[in-house]
């Protein structure tokens, strides 16, 4: 449907998933997404022209709908003639005929059963069944029970995304009838992702208790790295007497602060699976590694149930 060679999707990543990550995965034969959470509109533009320089493969942009320029980045992919979109964040309804008119797949991101057959509804061309051992924003559902739930009830291709960073969790997410799998985590140890060092230092030393929910209580659950700003973020969270806009006020910006910057006050987004990423190396081992160590694994597995 994509026309790519591998079922695996990058991540679109707030402020990490630009050209260099999309185009190194794409041409591995998987399908690489710009993030439009950049710098604004223009800098997104700027990113999807640099990423055509770079491959001739397909990818992606992935948007983030209650963005505050959500509405000029839907317009302006279709201007830049993008072909592949996953949405987050909101519902992609008010833009879908839009989308569909000018050829575009859309693939939203879900968390529930519910969500899947809402966005089927409203004309999408696949989901993403992402479970909550992802990084960044996430819902209440694990990845085992919810994907092949989503499965069992829509109609289209289901891509299953949370907590997999190898061949055999890629192996376990096509066991439970997804299509393809989705990954974030594991890029960000790719020798094309532009993540300031210090947030790569930081995953290659995680282990399997390094992460942390915050922003429940807001309703905006995130999953990062354990930092002084994370457990700062949830000490001011579960103190009656911190008021919530200086919560927010405090975690304004931090993504973006951890990816430039290496900020220590900065929020080291990444899933459960950081503490199985080992080591930096090119996106092309890493695709390959996916579905090499899926396939080996499945294989050993018939062996074992024959």
Same mark, same amino acid.
């Given at each position: 449907?994509?026309?790519?060679?591998?079922? +695996?999707?990058?991540?679109?990543?707030?402020?990490?998933?630009?050209?260099?990550?999309?185009?190194?995965?794409?041409?591995?034969?998987?399908?690489?997404?710009?993030?439009?959470?950049?710098?604004?509109?223009?800098?997104?533009?700027?990113?999807?022209?640099?990423?055509?320089?770079?491959?001739?493969?397909?990818?992606?942009?992935?948007?983030?709908?209650?963005?505050?320029?959500?509405?000029?980045?839907?317009?302006?992919?279709?201007?830049?003639?993008?072909?592949?979109?996953?949405?987050?964040?909101?519902?992609?309804?008010?833009?879908?005929?839009?989308?569909?008119?000018?050829?575009?797949?859309?693939?939203?991101?879900?968390?529930?059963?519910?969500?899947?057959?809402?966005?089927?509804?409203?004309?999408?061309?696949?989901?993403?069944?992402?479970?909550?051992?992802?990084?960044?924003?996430?819902?209440?559902?694990?990845?085992?029970?919810?994907?092949?739930? +989503? +499965?069992?009830?829509?109609?289209?291709?289901?891509?299953?995304?949370?907590?997999?960073?190898?061949?055999?969790?890629?192996?376990?997410?096509?066991?439970?009838?997804?299509?393809?799998?989705?990954?974030?985590?594991?890029?960000?140890?790719?020798?094309?992702?532009?993540?300031?060092?210090?947030? /790569?230092?930081?995953?290659?030393?995680?282990?399997?208790?390094?992460?942390?929910?915050?922003?429940?209580?807001?309703?905006?659950?995130?999953?990062?790295?354990?930092?002084?700003?994370?457990?700062?973020?949830?000490?001011?969270?579960?103190?009656?007497?911190?008021?919530?806009?200086?919560?927010?006020?405090?975690?304004?910006?931090?993504?973006?602060?951890?990816?430039?910057?290496?900020?220590?006050?900065?929020?080291?987004?990444?899933?459960?699976?950081?503490?199985?990423? /080992? /080591?930096?190396?090119?996106?092309?081992?890493?695709?390959?590694?996916?579905?090499?160590?899926?396939?080996?694994?499945?294989?050993?597995?018939?062996?074992?149930?024959?």
């Amino acid at each position: 449907m994509l026309g790519i060679k591998y079922p +695996v999707f990058q991540g679109g990543m707030a402020w990490v998933a630009d050209a260099s990550l999309a185009a190194a995965v794409s041409n591995a034969g998987g399908l690489g997404l710009i993030s439009s959470i950049n710098a604004g509109t223009e800098a997104v533009r700027d990113e999807i022209r640099k990423c055509r320089e770079l491959t001739d493969k397909p990818f992606g942009v992935n948007i983030m709908l209650q963005a505050p320029n959500a509405g000029e980045i839907a317009q302006m992919v279709i201007e830049e003639g993008v072909r592949i979109l996953t949405t987050g964040a909101g519902s992609p309804s008010p833009y879908m005929q839009a989308w569909k008119e000018a050829g575009i797949k859309v693939i939203p991101v879900v968390a529930s059963v519910a969500l899947a057959l809402k966005m089927q509804a409203a004309g999408a061309d696949a989901v993403v069944a992402e479970g909550a051992e992802s990084g960044g924003h996430v819902g209440e559902l694990h990845t085992m029970p919810l994907v092949p739930q +989503v +499965v069992d009830a829509v109609d289209i291709p289901v891509i299953a995304a949370g907590g997999i960073c190898d061949g055999r969790g890629a192996a376990a997410a096509f066991m439970l009838g997804a299509d393809a799998i989705q990954v974030g985590t594991r890029f960000l140890s790719a020798e094309e992702c532009t993540v300031h060092p210090e947030y /790569k230092d930081k995953i290659l030393k995680a282990s399997d208790v390094s992460t942390i929910v915050t922003g429940k209580s807001f309703g905006h659950p995130v999953r990062s790295l354990k930092t002084p700003f994370s457990r700062n973020f949830a000490k001011m969270e579960n103190d009656p007497a911190t008021a919530k806009e200086d919560i927010l006020s405090f975690g304004s910006g931090a993504l973006r602060k951890a990816v430039q910057e290496g900020d220590r006050n900065g929020s080291y987004m990444a899933g459960e699976c950081a503490g199985m990423v /080992k /080591k930096i190396e090119p996106a092309k081992d890493i695709v390959e590694d996916l579905i090499l160590g899926a396939e080996k694994v499945i294989r050993e597995v018939s062996d074992r149930l024959a």
